[in-house]
Each structure stands twice: as structure tokens, then as C-alpha cells.
């Protein structure tokens, strides 16, 4: 059974930094397209990141250049390491990935993790 | 970045067909576009509802259907329930890589 867990968020200040991991299990991270997605207090979902099969990783506009994603396929598991954080950035971050049974790029986000709670603040 | 709209609300009544849609803030959604649609209702994860335009995900009510409407994505629920009543989201893909969700669509079912 496919499982996503996100741990490492809390609360921080401006521009400091935080690093959230996401531990898989029933799949392998190496072999699907895993996600970060967020959702701020009351607002939408925003697609954050994601990385590749073949280790190509992308970002959204707002915060390319902030935040890298990686992954530790030893431990299966995907990191997003989060720099210069701003107070926009406080959000749940989902990671979410496609069915591993068929992992085509385009395939939905059939599976999430609980989230966990990132709050940038002074 | 080109933005993608929703409808910020919308209303229908039980039993009754309601339509919702996916657009670009500059240009139209094409299937190259693969225009994807989740629900999610208050402090759960999203839930995929379509992909890829028009294929429903697996154990979907077939009263869930996706479609392009001129120069837009569209989902369309037929015969809604009190239970539809929840966020809608779509989702296009951009290219390079990058997906863009839309602001998300309030369903009331009343």
C-alpha cells in the first residue's frame, strides 16, 4: 500500500531556513514523480516542486532559486530544503505522487501525505 | 506566470448539473494542456477526480466528466449530491516541467 509521510515543519523566522522530508513506503521514490504541493490558511493549493525519476527537478516561479528538492533513495525519501523563507511561504506542504503502476509525467497526484504545517513569522 | 481562473463560487441545486471551468489568464486549454481536476473538502488531502482532459480516475462516479468548452478546461457533475458539496481545483501543466493549480472553485449544493 502506497504511503506518504511529511515531517520537519514548524515555525520560523524570515529568511531562515527549514527542511521537510517526506518518507515513502509500498513504492519507489526513485522510480515515480514525487510532488510538493502547499496550501496557505484558507487558500488554494500551489504546486511547489517536483522531482523526476531521471533526478530532473523543477520549481514553481515563486520559489525557484529558495528551495531545492532531493532525494535519498536509500532511505526512500524526498527532501525539499527550504532557504530564504517569507512570511508567503507559510502553508501546509503536501508531498504527492502519481500511481506507481503506471508513473507517466502527466499522471495525477493520486496520493498524498497528511501534510505538515510550515508558519513563517517573527 | 500565466495564471489560471476559476470561478471563485458557484451554486447548484440537488439533482441539477453544474459545470465548472478552467481557464489561462492569456490563451486558450488545449489537452496539451492535460488539464487535471481534484476535490477537496475541508482538511483532507485532495482527491483526483479527472486527468488528462477527460479520463476519470479510477472509482469515480461516471457523473464526474471533463472536457474542453472553447478555450477553457470543464468539469461538468451531473445529478450533484449534497455530498459534491466541497473545492473543486484544476490543474494544467505548463510546460518545462511546471504545473499551475487555479485559485479553486466553492461548490454549493443547495
Known amino acids: 500500500e502506497v504511503h506518504l509521510v511529511a515531517t520537519g515543519g514548524g515555525l520560523i523566522q524570515p529568511g531562515g531556513s527549514l527542511r521537510l522530508s517526506c518518507a515513502a513506503s509500498?513504492?519507489?521514490?526513485?522510480?515515480?514523480?514525487m510532488n510538493w504541493v502547499r496550501q496557505a490558511p484558507g487558500k488554494g493549493l500551489e504546486w511547489v516542486s517536483v522531482?523526476?525519476?531521471?533526478?530532473?527537478?523543477y520549481y514553481a516561479d515563486s520559489v525557484k532559486g529558495r528551495f531545492t528538492v532531493s532525494r535519498d533513495n536509500s532511505k526512500n525519501t524526498v527532501d525539499l530544503q527550504m532557504n530564504s523563507l517569507r512570511g508567503e511561504d507559510t502553508a501546509v506542504y503536501y508531498c504527492?505522487?502519481?500511481?506507481?503502476?503506471?508513473?507517466?509525467?502527466?499522471?495525477?497526484?493520486?496520493?498524498w501525505g497528511q501534510g505538515t504545517q510550515v508558519t513563517v513569522s517573527s | 506566470q500565466t495564471v489560471v481562473t476559476q470561478e471563485p463560487s458557484f451554486s447548484v441545486s440537488p439533482g441539477g448539473t453544474v459545470t465548472l471551468t478552467c481557464g489561462l489568464s492569456?490563451?486558450?486549454?488545449?489537452?496539451?494542456?492535460?488539464p487535471t481536476w481534484y476535490q477537496q473538502t475541508p482538511g483532507q488531502a485532495p482527491h483526483t477526480l479527472i486527468y488528462?482532459?477527460?479520463i476519470r480516475s479510477s472509482g469515480v462516479p461516471d457523473r464526474f466528466s471533463g472536457s474542453i468548452l472553447g478555450n477553457k478546461a470543464a468539469l461538468t457533475i451531473t445529478g450533484a449530491q449534497a455530498d459534491d458539496e466541497c473545492d473543486y481545483y484544476c490543474?494544467?501543466?505548463?510546460?518545462?516541467?511546471?504545473?499551475?493549480f487555479g485559485g479553486g472553485t466553492k461548490l454549493t449544493v443547495l
Open positions: 504527492a505522487t502519481n500511481n506507481p503502476q503506471t508513473s507517466r509525467w502527466y499522471d495525477p497526484l493520486d496520493y
Open positions: 509500498g513504492f519507489t521514490v526513485s522510480r515515480n514523480y
Open positions: 522531482i523526476y525519476s531521471d533526478g530532473r527537478s
Open positions: 492569456s490563451g486558450s486549454v488545449s489537452t496539451h494542456f492535460y
Open positions: 488528462s482532459t477527460n
Open positions: 490543474v494544467l501543466y505548463m510546460g518545462s516541467g511546471i504545473w499551475v
